[in-house]
C-alpha cells in the first residue's frame, strides 16, 4: 500500500450511542436528574417525555443512553 492510496472502507459500523449506568444526585423534577457516571462526571438525565414515567430515587443506580456527541445528558432506559 503506497502512501497515496485511499483507505480501506470500514468493516463495522461506528456507534452513535453508547450505555452505561449512573448514580442519581439529585432528582430535579419527575423525570430530570442530577447524575454521576462511573468516572465521577456529573450530567443531567432524564425520562423521555414519550415513555412511562417510573420514580426516580436518590441514590438508585440506573442504564442510561448517551449520545457519543453529547456526554452532558443522558437518557433513561428500562
Known sequence: MSLHSPLPPL?????????????IQHVLCDRTCHATLPNGKVVIAFIDAHKPRF?????????????????SRAEFIQ
Open 11 to 23: 468493516t463495522f459500523d461506528i456507534p452513535n450511542k453508547v450505555e452505561t449506568q449512573v448514580t
Open 55 to 71: 420514580p426516580l430515587v436518590e441514590g438508585a443506580v440506573m442504564p442510561v443512553r448517551m449520545d457519543v456527541a453529547d456526554f
